[in-house]
Structure formats: C-alpha cells, structure tokens
C-alpha cells in the first residue's frame, strides 16, 4: 500500500493556517521552540565558559530580531514597498508580517486580522560549493519534495499586484513564476535569480480565493488628481471677456487717401449759372 502524500501545510514546521501571531511567535521563541531547536546540537557539545554564553547570546538575539521584526500595513508606507515583496500585501486592510533569519534563509510571515495566511521563504540559489543552481531545477526538485507540480500561473497574480497604485514605479522585468497547490495550500515559486535567491510562497488557499473582499480598501493612486483640485477644474467658469475673445476682431473703416479728394489738374470747371 502506498504510503499517503503529505499535505504540503504538514512541512511547515509546525505552522497552520489561521494560527494566531501570539502563537506563531511562541511556536519560534518558546524554550523548545524552533530557534531554540537551532542551536540545541552545538549548545550540547560546548562546554561550559565564554564560547557556549556566545552561543546563548546568538540564540536570544535571534528572537529578539525576531519580535522586533513585527510590522503593520497601517496607512503609512513601508520601506518594503521598495524590495520584492510589494505586491505581496496591501495597506489599510489588517495586513502585517514578521520574518525571521535561521540557516542562511529568511522566511515571511503574512497575517491577516493577526491570523497566519501566508508563508514567502527567500532561498539562496547558491550551493554550498558556491555552484549556482537553476531555477528549473529547483522547481523539479521542490515539486518532488511536495509531490506537486508547477505549472504557469493563473490570474491569480493580478489579485496581488499593486506596484504603480502604491505609488512604486511598475516593473519594467516580471520574474518568471511558476505555481501549485492542493486542497488548502497554494505554491507559488519565483525566480528572482537577479538577486541570487528563489521565493517559495506558500498561501492558505482559502484566502487566497476571497482576497479581493478581505482587501476592501482598495490602494490610492499616487498620481490621482487630488479630488478637490479635480472639482475646480471641471466648473465653467463665467469670463466677461469670452464673447469679445470668441468674435473675431472688426476691421476699422477705410481712410480715403489725400489725393482722392483732389481734383484732376487740367479739368474744366463749368461756373454756376445765374
């Protein structure tokens, strides 16, 4: 009998969709939380002096990046609206995100109304040799490990984007994306190679199919006419002058010449009766 296929939520260390942030941040910090775990093999073998408090030291710094990582999608703008996650969230709509810095890779963590719905890992396309490593290969490779496969992606990719609406100058270059999914999970895998490293977005895809109504508020256009100004210019103005401006101008009245009124020399002139 074959052995049943993990789902691909199941491979996220222990996180699930909907997981609330408190609990996201004690599955990372807690005394056997994940970061711990990091560092759990070398604390074993150090022994006791300067060298294992350094390790401690990295340890509580590590979580303490982690918390302080924590930001919220308000109505100010962010300096992510510069880096490749801009279309990755919206402003206004209850959208936050944390990241943390384990093992040469980062990994976002997207929240909506503080609830988990997004996981975007950043992953070195370099070897530990230093060979860099194809984008094709690693989605046959990670399509394998998940036991999906990647394909082109649907519109989906529309529902996300907001680049020119946040005021950022739209992509000239897309990077090319590939994507997945199964029943509660959507994969999306982007090649952002020009940076040396490849997203692996991983969504709950409940959400993902009524992202239009959770973001509501929808993003301002930062080259808009302001409303106000908009108004002024659309009213007729009354100008005294149009009508003179619109007629066109009156020629003035001939002036005869000088000479006109002169009479020919040499004309005979015929002396009034009496």
Excluded: C
């Amino acid at each position: 009998m074959p052995k049943p296929q993990k789902r691909v939520v199941e491979r996220l260390e222990g996180l699930q969709w909907g997981m609330s942030r408190p609990d996201v941040t004690h599955l990372y910090i807690g005394p056997t939380g994940l970061i711990a775990h990091d560092f759990d093999a070398q604390l074993a073998k150090t022994s006791i002096g300067p060298e294992l408090a350094a390790l401690e030291h990295q340890r509580e710094q590590v979580k303490s990046a982690f918390l302080r990582s924590y930001i919220e999608f308000g109505s100010t703008p962010t300096g992510y609206d510069a880096t490749a996650l801009r279309d990755e969230y919206t402003y206004n709509n209850h959208e936050s995100l944390m990241f943390v810095e384990r093992e040469g890779k980062r990994r976002y963590l997207f929240f909506f109304n503080d609830r988990l719905w997004k996981v975007y890992d950043e992953v070195p396309l370099l070897s530990a040799d230093g060979a860099a490593t194809a984008f094709g290969d690693i989605a046959q490779r990670l399509g394998d490990a998940l036991s999906v496969t990647f394909r082109a992606p649907t519109k989906h990719a529309a529902a996300t984007t907001s680049n020119a609406s946040k005021g950022a100058p739209a992509n000239v270059w897309q990077p090319a994306t590939l994507e997945s999914s199964d029943a509660e999970t959507h994969v999306r895998l982007i090649d952002r190679s020009a940076e040396r490293v490849v997203a692996i977005v991983f969504e709950d895809a409940g959400t993902v199919s009524k992202l239009a109504a959770l973001r509501s508020t929808k993003p301002v256009d930062m080259m808009a006419l302001d409303p106000a100004v908009q108004a002024v210019t659309q009213v007729q103005l009354s100008d005294p002058n149009a009508a003179r401006k619109s007629s066109p101008p009156q020629k003035p009245p001939a002036t005869p010449h000088p000479k006109a009124s002169q009479k020919p020399t040499g004309t005979k002139t015929t002396p009034p009766k009496p």
